[in-house]
Every structure is written in C-alpha cells, then in structure tokens.
C-alpha cells in the first residue's frame, strides 16, 4: 500500500471517529453528597462543641426526569449511606441516557435525605430536622451537578451543662 492511501485511510478513519464521537449524547455527572453532625449542644447550629459524625446511617431518595419529547419518563431510586469519617455521605450516580441534569428542564430533578441511624450512641437523637432538601451546584459546561443537602444532625438526650450552660 503506498504511503499516500494510508495517509487517506487513516484521515478518514480519524473523521469518522471524530463525527461519531461528536454525534454521542452529552454524559451528565451527578453527585448527592451531604454531612451529619452532633449538636451537642441541641442548639441547631455549629458551635465549638459541635463534632461530625462518622458511621451516622443517611436514605437518599431522588427524582430524575428524563428530558424525552415523546414521553414523560421519570427515574426514582432510593440508597443509604454511611458516613465516612468526616461525617460526609455521597452517591455517584451513573449516567442514564435523557438525564441531563444541567439543563433548564432539570430544575424538576430532586434529591432528599433522611436520618436512619446516628453511628454514635452518645449522640443519637435525631435532631430538629431530620430531612433535607438539596441546594444545586450545576455546571453546564461540564454536564456536572452536586446535589449538596443541607447538613443533618443528631443530637444528645441530655445537654451537658458544663459545655452548653443551662
């Protein structure tokens, strides 16, 4: 084969990679991360008593609807998570054709989570919120959304009154 056909065989082939990979759908990332604390003092807040909380047991429940024009399809899941030892959970969702969670149409996608267990048993009663919303960070460059929920948190049965006063 002389070199010149090579050449055009390997630009071609080269092309049709470069329009095949062009026609592909976008991929969007998705990612549901969250944190437990103790609120030591039950105040609802962060002080400098405060700690996270490792092995705390969180549900994650999300809504996708898939931006289809024919059909109103809708994907739902539900997952528990385990805090890692800074008191975070995450999930990384997979990518499903027609979820394109950047978009305007993706505003209808939710995530919420939900306090199962507390992993410490001096600081296991859930506390004043036990469900949360997510607020979205969302690129639409990337195709890349974290659903970041509010922090949720446990709290002691009695207040130590040597650490938060009376």
């Known amino acids: 084969m ?3 056909a090579a050449i055009l065989i390997l630009l071609s082939t080269f092309s049709l990679i470069l329009q095949l990979q062009a026609s592909r759908p976008i991929i969007s990332h ?7 604390y103790c609120d030591t003092c039950s105040i609802n807040s962060f002080n400098n008593h405060t700690y996270l ?3 705390a047991d969180v549900r994650i429940d999300c809504k996708f609807n898939a931006a289809s024009p024919r ?5 739902s899941f539900s997952v528990n998570r385990t805090t890692n030892r800074y008191g975070v959970y995450s999930l990384d969702i997979p990518s499903v054709d027609g979820i394109y969670c950047a978009s305007d149409a993706a505003v209808l ?3 919420r989570a939900t306090l199962i267990r507390s992993g410490m048993p001096e600081c296991d009663v859930p506390g004043f919120t036990t ?5 979205s960070i969302k690129s639409k460059q990337a195709n890349l959304c974290v659903y970041s929920m509010f922090a949720l948190s446990f709290r002691p049965s009695k207040k130590d009154p040597a650490i938060c006063g009376k």
């Open 71 to 75: 059909t109103a399809e809708q994907i």
């Open 30 to 36: 998705i990612s549901v991360m969250g944190m437990v």
């Open 2 to 4: 002389e070199p010149t």
């Open 53 to 55: 909380l490792s092995g």
């Open 131 to 135: 469900t949360s919303d997510e607020f």
């Open 109 to 111: 996608n939710t995530c």
